[in-house]
């Protein structure tokens, strides 16, 4: 089993930056692919961004591309999302997700989840 933890959500003002860490703990040998989803209320989850641990290879959203940028710290099974200009429209609950497959990442299914940190961004 894997168990991810969350830190780094806060208060931010629009245009202020803050980084999110989530460290892996448990059977974190099968985690091939670390992500991030957010959660707005009254929202569907989005999928924001994913890596896998080798870090060859990631993906973001549209409405992140060129503000976040994910990255990995494997000998601290920790992966990192660093919001930088960030938007009132990125306030929500971020979740930090791990799958065997990077696909399964894409396609919304992660094998595990973290409890969520929330970020809001105020004007």
């Known amino acids: 089993q894997v168990q991810l933890v969350e830190s780094g959500g806060g208060l931010v003002q629009a245009g202020g930056s803050l980084r999110l860490s989530c460290a892996a703990s448990?059977?974190?040998?099968?985690?091939?692919?670390m992500g991030w989803f957010r959660q707005a209320p009254g929202q569907e989850r989005e999928n924001v961004a994913g890596?896998?641990?080798?870090?060859?290879?990631?993906y973001y959203a549209d409405s992140v591309k060129g503000r976040f940028t994910i990255s990995t710290d494997n000998a601290k099974n920790t992966v990192y999302l660093q919001m930088n200009s960030l938007k009132i429209e990125d306030t929500a609950v971020y979740y930090c997700?791990?799958?065997?497959?990077?696909?399964?990442?894409?396609?919304?299914?992660?094998?595990?989840w973290g409890q969520g940190t929330q970020v809001t961004v105020s004007s």
């Open positions: 890596i896998l641990r080798t870090g060859d290879e990631t």
């Open positions: 997700a791990a799958a065997t497959l990077l696909s399964s990442l894409r396609a919304g299914l992660p094998g595990a």
């Open positions: 448990g059977r974190t040998f099968s985690l091939y692919a």
